[in-house]
Nanobody, 126 residues
Framework: QVQLVETGGGLVQAGASLRLSCVVSGRTLSDFAMGWFRQAPGKAREFVATINWMGTNVYYSDSVKGRFTIFRDNAKNTVYLQMNSLKPEDTAVYYC???????????????????WGKGTLVTVSS
């Protein structure tokens, strides 16, 4: 059974940095393309970033491009989201997701992902 567990959320001030981690168990991380999504209070879940199986291709939403970096360590079965220059509008629950439908490419669409973590809360104060 595939499980995803996110850690690293917390309360920070605007301008600070956080690194989220997502550990995958039950299968080898290299089986999957991975994504990060987020859901702010009262809003729909939205795409943040995605990475293919070897980390050779990544894609970001316009709202985080240049501030966030997604990367992975397949040997550690872990994918990361480095978040810099955080803004209050980044406040959300951040979810890690995995898909094995075609792990060689990136996936921006939520419905493509079959496995999800429970999320970690990031709160950015102004």
């Amino acid at each position: 059974q595939v499980q995803l567990v996110e850690t690293g959320g917390g309360l920070v001030q605007a301008g600070a940095s956080l690194r989220l981690s997502c550990v995958v168990s039950g299968r080898t991380l290299s089986d999957f393309a991975m994504g990060w999504f987020r859901q702010a209070p009262g809003k729909a879940r939205e795409f943040v970033a995605t990475i293919n199986w070897m980390g050779t291709n990544v894609y970001y939403s316009d709202s985080v491009k240049g501030r966030f970096t997604i990367f992975r360590d397949n040997a550690k079965n872990t994918v990361y989201l480095q978040m810099n220059s955080l803004k209050p509008e980044d406040t959300a629950v951040y979810y890690c997701a995995a898909t094995d439908r075609d792990h060689t490419v990136v996936h921006r669409t939520e419905r493509t992902y079959d496995y999800w973590g429970k999320g970690t809360l990031v709160t950015v104060s102004s």
